[in-house]
């Protein structure tokens, strides 16, 4: 693989990591039910909606995440060598991802997370859910690791086979060198018809790194959206049919039904953690192990 050494801009293009969402909210506004602090078109108010930073991260995410670049990350990440900690540690160190930048909030990674379980719990789902919501984002650590945003955040999308024209900004896989591999650019690429999407390698970043982290612990539907919440080709545009079985078939109702929890959970309101901490605390430790390792 050629080893690029990206200068500080091409590391961080966007203001936050959260300016991702901001642009995929523009691209599918979803029901009012979920927000509730204000109406769904009011959030992410920006005075310039299509950003250069949203399409200089694409840009970049879709020239350097190459079939070889998931492989390398893979190979590295999913040792777990990195640390390990106690879960509430390990919010704290999320935390580290502070984000100046929302317009919609400037309440801590950690406080988004409990305000997205908060609102997956209050519409009476299974407590397991509520644990994926609040685990969903953790993967975003990768960053305090040294990892640039477009290999952290970003819709994610197969890699060994065609790329789908319905991926924001398609145009920029031109530059990516898998582009100029036939073997990659045919629909079904390296995989066969119908392989599962389990099958699929996906473009690197934090939900594959979470599902990794936590496929041990959770119920199969809450994994699928732990690990595709953010293919928005697949679950919100209906690409790449040809790849899936009934499996994913089946999981698919659970990623749709995840992902607007995670969108429009956002309320400037904190939530009380002095009263829900003995909830989650008792939640946390009937699913998890007492400390993770990334």
């Known amino acids: 693989m050629n080893e690029k050494v990206f200068t500080p801009k091409e590391v961080n293009p966007l203001n936050s990591l959260d300016e991702w969402e901001d642009a995929v909210l523009e691209r599918y506004p979803d029901p009012d039910s979920i927000a509730s602090s204000k109406a769904t078109e009011e959030y992410r108010n920006y005075d310039d909606p299509a950003r250069d930073t949203v399409k200089e991260f694409y840009r970049l995410n879709h020239t350097y995440q190459t079939y070889d670049f998931v ?24 935390n580290q991802l502070v984000d ?17 379980s908060e609102a997956i719990r209050r519409d009476g789902h299974p407590d397991w859910m509520v644990l994926t919501g609040l685990m969903h984002d ?6 305090l690791f040294g990892e640039p945003q477009w290999a952290v955040v970003g819709d994610t999308f197969p890699v060994g086979c065609a790329y789908s024209d319905k991926i924001v900004y398609p145009e920029f896989f031109k530059h990516n060198p898998d582009y100029a591999n036939p073997e990659y650019q045919t ?40 690990r ?40 400037p309101e ?22 993770l390792k990334f």
């Open 228 to 267: 595709y919440h953010s293919f928005y080709a697949w679950h919100r545009e209906g690409e790449y049919q040809y790849l899936l079985d009934d499996h994913d078939r089946e999981m698919l109702k659970w990623v749709k039904l995840f992902n607007p929890y995670d969108l429009y959970s956002k309320n």
């Open 187 to 226: 629909k079904t690429g390296i995989y066969k018809q119908g392989c599962g999407l389990r099958n699929v390698h996906m473009s690197w970043g934090h939900d594959e790194y979470i599902y990794q982290m936590l496929k041990d612990y959770l119920p199969e539907s809450g994994l699928y959206m732990l």
């Open 100 to 116: 100046d930048s929302d317009p919609d909030t400037d309440l801590d990674q950690f406080q988004h997370l409990l305000q997205t």
């Open 138 to 143: 953790m993967g975003k650590v990768l960053c």
């Open 71 to 94: 492989q390398e990350k893979r190979n590295n990440y999913l040792k777990f060598d990195k640390r390990e900690m106690p879960i509430w540690s390990a919010f704290d160190f999320l």
């Open 270 to 291: 904190p939530p009380d953690w002095n009263k829900l901490k003995p909830y989650y605390q008792e939640l946390v430790a009937r699913y998890l192990p007492v400390t």
